[in-house]
């Protein structure tokens, strides 16, 4: 058995050579992803055993609940948006490394990744399978998959990527069971919970791969819905999901983060974003910056030295990071007024502009 440790050094020596991206010509043009040859979204029985063979697993075979309430259709609806989404992510980092493309080429190691990666994407397979499985058994439609555009040219912030939407993942699924339990859909927690288990084993494979502890925090981060919708629609092309306007879920406007490589001290953060996204200029000394992080009551902060730049508005707000120890994932949200907000769903709903996204560990 390889060490892991020097298995991890020696990924991360390999990455700093990243060579400049190449358009491919013979995969995915026009970010179209799907059908998958193997006949996924809609695979046949065959097909459908073939991907648990590579999954190493099946899908749940027992039947689901009698009945779902309306919340709970809207959870099956995103985690089916949500997985569509990883699996043409994954479908195409599994094609760039197996091709070897520049900057993904692992050298000592790769068979062990791709061994990995593959069976990631046929996990996700029937994650989406179950999902929409599901929404069909309720005689809601399927969702169906939107063509997609992914901001990494290179195997390590592509596992970057990976591990931050897989946190988002993780903070979102707590919502989607909350919610569930909330509405009396007590018979599909334990499906979810035990995605969240396979989500956080992936999560510590990409830590291993970016030289970084597996488990990040006591209590990982919360989410809420619509924050992950957001998050996923900033990865597809507008205008190409075919029925995301069958989800009835927020998409609040960007919020970005300035601040680059985000060490683990308190410090001033600095954010932007768009004019017009935040309403007129009188509100602006009503809106806050609000941190969720871990299980702990979201962190309020008020902007400083706000500065308008043509249409671009940049401010920054105080990061406590040694009060709280915010490692792992931190939610970052303006919100109209400055609570207090007992927890993230309350933020959610006071939000203007987010998520942004903050991984420290
Ligand atoms: C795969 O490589 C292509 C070409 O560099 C790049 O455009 C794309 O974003 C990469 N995708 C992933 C998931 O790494």
Same mark, same amino acid.
């Given at each position: 058995?390889?060490?892991?440790?020097?298995?991890?050094?020696?990924?991360?020596?390999?990455?700093?050579?990243?060579?400049?991206?190449?358009?491919?010509?013979?995969?995915?043009?026009?970010?179209? +992803?799907?059908?998958?040859?193997?006949?996924?979204?809609?695979?046949?029985?065959?097909?459908?055993?073939?991907?648990?063979?590579?999954?190493?697993?099946?899908?749940?075979?027992?039947?689901?609940?009698?009945?779902?309430?309306?919340?709970?259709? !809207?959870?099956?609806?995103?985690?089916?948006?949500?997985?569509?989404?990883?699996?043409?992510?994954? !479908?195409?980092?599994?094609?760039?490394?197996?091709?070897?493309?520049?900057?993904?080429?692992?050298?000592?190691?790769?068979? +062990?990744?791709?061994?990995?990666?593959?069976?990631?994407?046929?996990?996700?397979?029937?994650?989406?399978?179950?999902?929409?499985?599901?929404?069909?058994?309720?005689?809601?439609?399927?969702?169906?998959?939107?063509?997609?555009? #992914?901001?990494?040219?290179?195997?390590?912030?592509?596992?970057?990527?990976?591990?931050?939407?897989?946190?988002?993942?993780?903070?979102?699924?707590?919502?989607?069971?909350?919610?569930?339990?909330?509405?009396?859909?007590?018979?599909?927690?334990?499906?979810?919970?035990?995605?969240?288990?396979?989500?956080?084993?992936?999560?510590?494979?990409?830590?291993?791969?970016?030289?970084?502890?597996?488990?990040?925090?006591?209590?990982?981060?919360?989410?809420?819905?619509?924050?992950?919708?957001?998050?996923?629609?900033?990865?597809?092309?507008?205008?190409?999901?075919?029925?995301?306007?069958?989800?009835?879920?927020?998409?609040?406007?960007?919020?970005?983060?300035?601040?680059?490589?985000?060490?683990?001290?308190?410090?001033?953060?600095?954010?932007?974003?768009?004019?017009?996204?935040?309403?007129?200029?009188?509100?602006?000394?009503?809106?806050?910056?609000? +941190?969720?992080?871990?299980?702990?009551?979201?962190?309020?902060?008020?902007?400083?030295? !706000?500065?308008?730049?043509?249409?671009?508005?940049?401010?920054?707000?105080? #990061?406590?990071?040694?009060?709280?120890?915010?490692?792992?994932?931190?939610?970052?949200?303006? !919100?109209?007024?400055?609570?207090?907000?007992?927890?993230?769903?309350?933020?959610?709903?006071?939000?203007?502009?987010?998520?942004?996204?903050?991984?420290?560990?």
């Amino acid at each position: 058995m390889r060490s892991i440790i020097s298995f991890a050094t020696f990924s991360l020596a390999t990455l700093t050579w990243a060579a400049p991206a190449r358009k491919r010509a013979d995969f995915l043009p026009d970010g179209q +992803y799907f059908p998958l040859a193997n006949g996924f979204p809609n695979p046949s029985a065959d097909q459908i055993k073939q991907i648990q063979k590579q999954a190493f697993g099946t899908l749940p075979n027992g039947a689901p609940p009698a009945s779902i309430s309306t919340d709970g259709l !809207t959870n099956l609806k995103l985690l089916a948006l949500n997985e569509l989404f990883e699996v043409a992510f994954f !479908t195409e980092l599994v094609y760039n490394v197996t091709n070897k493309l520049p900057g993904y080429d692992l050298g000592y190691g790769h068979e +062990y990744v791709l061994d990995e990666l593959n069976a990631i994407v046929a996990q996700e397979q029937l994650h989406a399978l179950n999902a929409n499985g599901a929404l069909q058994k309720f005689n809601a439609g399927p969702i169906q998959p939107c063509k997609y555009s #992914f901001p990494v040219t290179d195997f390590q912030s592509a596992i970057a990527l990976a591990a931050t939407f897989t946190d988002v993942v993780l903070g979102t699924l707590q919502d989607v069971n909350q919610i569930f339990a909330k509405n009396g859909d007590d018979g599909l927690v334990r499906a979810v919970s035990s995605v969240i288990g396979n989500e956080g084993e992936q999560e510590g494979f990409y830590h291993i791969l970016q030289n970084k502890r597996p488990s990040t925090l006591p209590f990982l981060t919360t989410g809420v819905r619509d924050f992950a919708f957001t998050a996923i629609q900033s990865f597809t092309i507008p205008g190409s999901c075919p029925n995301i306007n069958t989800i009835p879920l927020k998409t609040f406007k960007p919020l970005n983060i300035l601040t680059t490589d985000i060490k683990p001290v308190t410090q001033n953060l600095k954010f932007s974003f768009k004019k017009a996204d935040a309403g007129v200029a009188d509100w602006w000394d009503q809106l806050s910056l609000v +941190y969720i992080n871990q299980q702990n009551v979201p962190v309020v902060k008020s902007l400083q030295n !706000t500065v308008v730049h043509g249409d671009t508005v940049t401010f920054e707000a105080a #990061f406590p990071f040694d009060e709280f120890e915010m490692n792992g994932l931190t939610i970052a949200a303006v !919100t109209k007024g400055a609570g207090p907000f007992p927890n993230a769903p309350a933020v959610a709903q006071a939000a203007i502009l987010g998520p942004g996204l903050i991984e420290i560990s």
